[in-house]
């Protein structure tokens, strides 16, 4: 079905950038929107960003708003996470995420269907 390949993390000190990229394997109809989650060792996941796959619409966590972007690109089979100003705040395993169903006026729950793996983003002082 949707396969999701991550690529992107490293280690960054504080104020630093990266990018990361997902890539969407499987129909564009069978993903309603993509999103980006985090965890950090000993912590609850949490929701960052994510993007509605036929629309415009974005949707942040507080801690991310103003320095980390979400995008895809025009055939959607690739989603980005622009992290700006990084803090130590932001070191945690990064996860790409989608799901087919609609999930209302948010979508930075914890249902998604279809996770990657994981990438390692790790910010130092």
């Known amino acids: 079905q949707v396969q999701l390949v991550e690529s992107g993390g490293g280690s960054v000190q504080a104020g630093?950038?990266?990018?990361?990229?997902?890539?969407?394997?499987?129909?564009?109809?069978?993903?309603?929107y993509r999103a980006w989650f985090r965890q950090a060792p000993g912590k609850e996941r949490e929701g960052v960003a994510c993007i509605y796959t036929l629309g415009s619409r974005t949707v942040y966590a507080d801690s991310v708003k103003g320095r980390f972007?979400?995008?895809?690109?025009?055939?959607?089979?690739?989603?980005?996470?622009?992290?700006?100003?990084?803090?130590?705040?932001?070191?945690?395993?990064?996860?790409?995420?989608?799901?087919?169903?609609?999930?209302g006026d948010t979508c930075l729950g914890l249902g998604p269907s279809y996770w990657g793996q994981g990438t390692q983003v790790t910010v130092s002082s």
């Open 16 to 32: 630093g950038s990266l990018r990361l990229s997902c890539a969407v394997f499987g129909s564009t109809y069978s993903t309603s």
């Open 69 to 103: 972007t979400i995008s895809q690109d025009n055939a959607k089979t690739m989603v980005y996470l622009q992290m700006n100003s990084l803090t130590p705040e932001d070191t945690a395993m990064y996860y790409c995420a989608a799901d087919p169903r609609w999930p």
